[in-house]
Nanobody, 122 residues
Framework: VQLQASGGGLVQPGGSLRLSCHGPGFTMDKYAIGWFRQAPGKEREGVSCIGSSDNILYYLDSVKGRFTISRDNAKNTVYLQMNSLKPDDTAVYFC????????????????WGQGTQVTVSS
């Protein structure tokens, strides 16, 4: 199982990025896809997740109102639109897959992408 995360980069505070998670070889809308992030020296934390029925199970409190998760089935891709970015959002962002519904627990996800670096700095 392969997951390809992309779209990271360097952005100034207040800027926006859109991360993409593509899953060649399987139909992504049959699975829950979670976005996680890990900053240096910190635990990997769940940012958001979209379930197999397109129900959005959660957003991390600190990103509510700024980040939006969505799915484009025609492109077999899940997106994380990140607006009003803050320096505290700096991290490596990962997408991950699990069967059925979302979980906030990273241990519940057996398949992970390689991560994409997001740096928010002036």
């Amino acid at each position: 199982v392969q997951l390809q995360a992309s779209g990271g980069g360097l952005v100034q505070p207040g800027g926006s990025l859109r991360l993409s998670c593509h899953g060649p070889g399987f139909t992504m809308d049959k699975y829950a896809i979670g976005w996680f992030r890990q900053a240096p020296g910190k635990e990997r934390e769940g940012v958001s997740c979209i379930g197999s029925s397109d129900n959005i199970l959660y957003y991390l409190d600190s990103v509510k109102g700024r980040f939006t998760i969505s799915r484009d089935n025609a492109k077999n891709t899940v997106y994380l639109q990140m607006n009003s970015l803050k320096p505290d959002d700096t991290a490596v962002y990962f997408c991950a897959r699990r069967s059925y519904q979302c979980s906030r627990d990273k241990i519940a996800y057996p398949y992970w992408g390689q991560g994409t670096q997001v740096t928010v700095s002036s």
